[in-house]
């Protein structure tokens, strides 16, 4: 079965844990386990210098909370987009977390990961 053929639930349970394991990793600038997710071409786009400059700007990035909400999927082309409400420990609010996900060969990956 591929990807796109996985139910809502089947793909919400892939999803959880990668989207907790980059919370827990930007909180913490932890590099490699913030990308040990990524697709080749996400890891083009996010060396660590440019992540650590993010880390280091953005509030937000080292401060999330570890609960989270999923709003809804989106499947587009060869993608699944995971929704997530997600809030920060010191930063008032909510926030539209965004992780998509793809394959690479037969492994699930991801291909954008962003915080709004």
Do not use: C, H
């Not at 089947?10 to 990793?25: G, H, M, Q």
């Not at 071409?41 to 570890?66: D, F, H, P, R």
């Amino acid at each position: 079965m591929s990807l796109l053929e996985k139910s809502d639930d089947e793909i919400i349970k892939i999803a959880n844990p990668i989207w907790s394991n980059l919370v827990k990793s930007s909180n913490i600038k932890d590099y490699g386990g913030f990308t040990k997710d990524f697709s080749s071409q996400m890891l083009y786009g996010a060396n660590e210098v440019e992540l650590g400059k993010q880390w280091a700007s953005n509030k937000i990035l080292t401060s999330l909370s570890e609960q989270q909400e999923v709003l809804g999927l989106i499947r587009r082309d060869n993608f699944i987009t995971v929704l997530y409400k997600q809030k920060s420990n010191t930063v008032p609010g909510e926030f539209l977390g965004r992780l998509v996900l793809g394959l690479e060969g037969d492994m699930i990956k991801v291909f954008g990961a962003t915080i709004y």
